[in-house]
């Protein structure tokens, strides 16, 4: 299912010549620097293909023949590769032992064999091609180290490549290496058989292309199909034969995502551990601002997200998304890093309405009452966060990232994970973490979950205050704020309020703590100078009071969140009220 529709995503990228995408047989590889030479098989120059400055220089990416699987072995590319392939040569600075060092520079000169070797059987025979050759025979440190640029290609081993001087573009995208490749690729001796994504003959592929650009994995790559142990292996078959998957397919597929993940990609998000891609079955609206729903918004356009979410939230009245290509099929893929392997974190599959119609439900149950200077909405990553020790991405629990990813994109019930994390950090952080972006994610778990439980009978919470909550642990979270708030203004500048000592009791066993902040109430009330402030308090406390009978002696976890989110819509009335009088 994954294969197939990556395989259809790229024969859809391929049929678009507007589109940067590998040719069957191909290859979209960043190469630095590029060796130069004329006619007669001499070196003119080294070029450098990165542009930037400093340590964001980039190199230009090149299309160049499909790379070799890469193992412990020696296994060239055909014209580009290492500069100990090209070359022969190899930095040995700081190796002492001579045995060592003649074991490297003999592995290098192998290295260079078999990348000479590599031209000399693929190519057909003309003068380009015995120019290309003459060249690397007589190709030495001596003349390389004539340029200026050698000293860094010698110590940092990057991808090379040849051109000819007279031509602007490599020798290997010539007329003649291009009809070489195709005729490789089309014709084929191996063994035929059922190829278990398209269900034609093929021939199957004993190694896939190793899958770059997952945070995490290995940097030469990692694999979704791998058979490298014996017990992985069955009726005698090796590797991918236990998988067959034509070379076709896997062609198709490898490219797609790897063109997906690649750097700058805009079909590519981190939710968690997971590297997440995206993509339809055609070009809508929809693909283009996926990425924004889920992401932090840009430091040099920050409202770009804000004017792309709204347009989801407002599309029931537009009609955006929902009569544009409404039935196109859209596609989700969560990778993760396992070692040498990917592991598949999450796969959705679905239609452009019903992605978008759960997206935008997802912003309407986080809606709440903020600050002006509050950010609108929040990426995927910042909702995270909350759940997060110390706020630290690497904290945040792998399984709730992919869990939360399914309930906004399924419309289903968010983790109760999530809950437990952000509950637990308000209870750690004190009272100013009670934050907008905490209380719209709590607000949000109870309201969806009440939504998928119709049958417990419980009101659902608002954006605002709503003193008929019939929720106790809500009308004690509106209690525990209006204290803090008596004492702040008896006390100006108190070190440690009240909230600040005894929130994490009073969220959990209101029954030990409220008794006792009721009594110390009446000190603080009395500290105030205004007798009007006095009478508002009084009579707010009496009308919260007047909702419960006896305190509870504990809340359940449903109960605590309720608690955070009384606590903070009646802390933003207050400050809505301050603003109001001034």
Known sequence: MIFHELQTYYDRMNSDPANAIAPQGWALVAIPFVLVIDEQGKLVQIEDTREGDGNKKRA??????????????????????????VTGCTCIQGIKDQD????????????????????????????????????????????????????EIFETDPVLSIRFVSDLHLYCQDQEVRKTLDSLWNTSDEKQGICLVTGEQDTPSILHTAIKGVLGAQSVGANIVSFNLDPFLSYGKKQGENAPVGKTAMFAYTTALNSLLARGSQQKIQIGDASTVFWAE?????????????TEPAKDDPK?????????????????????????GFYVLGLSPNAARL??????????????????????DLKIAKPEYEQPYYSLWRLLLQTAVQGKTDNILPSCSGDLMQAVLMGRPYPQSLLQGVLRRIRSDGEQRVTPIRASLVKACLNRYLRNHPREGKKELEMALDTNQPSIGYQLGRLMATLGKIQEEANPGINASITDRFYGAACSTPVSVFPTLLRLDRHHL??????????YFERLIGEIVSH???????????????????????????????????
Not at 343 to 354: A, E, K, Y
Request: glycine content about 4%; charged content about 30%; proline content about 2%.
């Open 304 to 328: 770009a997200n804000t004017q792309c979410i709204r347009s989801l939230l407002e599309s029931p009245k537009t009609g955006e998304y929902y009569y544009e290509d409404q039935d196109t």
């Open 548 to 582: 419960f009978t006896e305190f509870p002696a504990h809340l359940d976890l449903h109960e605590q969140g309720r608690f955070a989110v009384g606590f903070y819509h009646q802390r933003q009335d207050f400050f809505a009220k301050k603003i109001s009088e001034e």
């Open 60 to 85: 230009k990416t090149f299309l160049v023949p499909q790379g070799v699987k890469k193992t412990s072995g020696v296994a060239a590319n055909l014209l580009w590769d290492n500069a100990e392939y």
């Open 100 to 151: 060592r060092i003649l074991k490297v520079q003999k592995r290098v000169l192998e290295k260079h064999e078999a990348f000479k070797k590599r031209i000399e059987e693929t190519l057909f025979d003309s003068p380009r091609k015995r120019t290309c050759l003459a060249f690397l025979e007589t190709i030495t440190e001596i003349h390389l180290s004539q340029f200026d640029i050698w000293q």
């Open 343 to 364: 592991s598949i974190r999450f796969w959705f599959s679905g239609t452009v309405r019903l992605f978008s119609e759960n997206i935008r439900q997802h912003f309407e």
């Open 282 to 294: 055609k070009k809508t609206q929809f693909e283009t601002d996926f990425l924004m729903f889920f």
């Open 526 to 535: 009395a500290k105030l100078e205004s007798t009007g402030r006095k009478v």
